[in-house]
């Protein structure tokens, strides 16, 4: 019985730490998820010449930076881009330096995806491990219940001979 018992409690105790892994891994996956797509838009419409207004641009652009900044990309960059979103095109040379942004773009694309690759490669391994783990307590557990009936059903038979053999005696 104190054997069972403790299965079940480590399971439990399993389980509740796997449930915050899970938690962890949904959030970063999705938080990088964004980020691609954000990437993926922002980096489409300077291609296309055509960030409909450098307002949208910088709006669609804001989460990509708070999502790196999060991630710890190149710190460099970030500031780099930050400064060229506070510019105003029209202050400056009168150009929009979309060719520098495009490359720190697809350089983050990069990285997140690789990220992204590697959170999900991650959480695969730990549901695999926390399957096998679970699957060798349930095995113990198993066990330890078998054990249990075998040496009660040992304990009865045991207590049968003796009645007869009292009797037997009598």
Do not use: C
Not at 2 to 9: E, G, H, R, S, T
Not at 39 to 51: C, Q, Y
Not at 98 to 118: G, H, M, N, V
Not at 145 to 165: L, P, R, V, Y
Request: no cysteine; proline share 2%; net charge negative.
């Amino acid at each position: 019985d104190q054997l069972i018992a403790k299965l079940d409690k480590d399971m439990a105790k399993m389980t509740a730490v796997r449930e915050k892994e899970k938690t962890r891994y949904e959030a970063q996956a999705a938080d990088l998820g964004n980020a691609v797509t954000s990437l993926e838009g922002s980096i489409s419409n300077l291609k296309a010449a055509m960030p409909a207004s450098f307002a949208q641009l910088k709006t669609s652009v804001r989460k990509a930076l708070l999502v790196a900044d999060m991630l710890d990309v190149d710190p460099t960059h970030s500031r780099k881009v930050a400064s060229l979103l506070q510019e105003d095109p029209e202050m400056n040379d009168g150009e929009f330096h979309s060719d520098e942004l495009i490359a720190t773009f697809e350089r983050w694309l990069k990285s997140f995806k690789a990220r992204k690759s590697q959170v999900d490669q991650r959480e695969g391994e730990n549901a695999q491990d926390f399957a096998d783990l679970m699957g060798k307590k349930e095995d113990q557990k198993t066990t330890a219940k078998d054990s249990k009936s075998t040496a009660k059903g040992e304990k009865e038979t045991a207590i049968e001979n003796i009645a007869d053999a009292s009797r037997s005696t009598v």
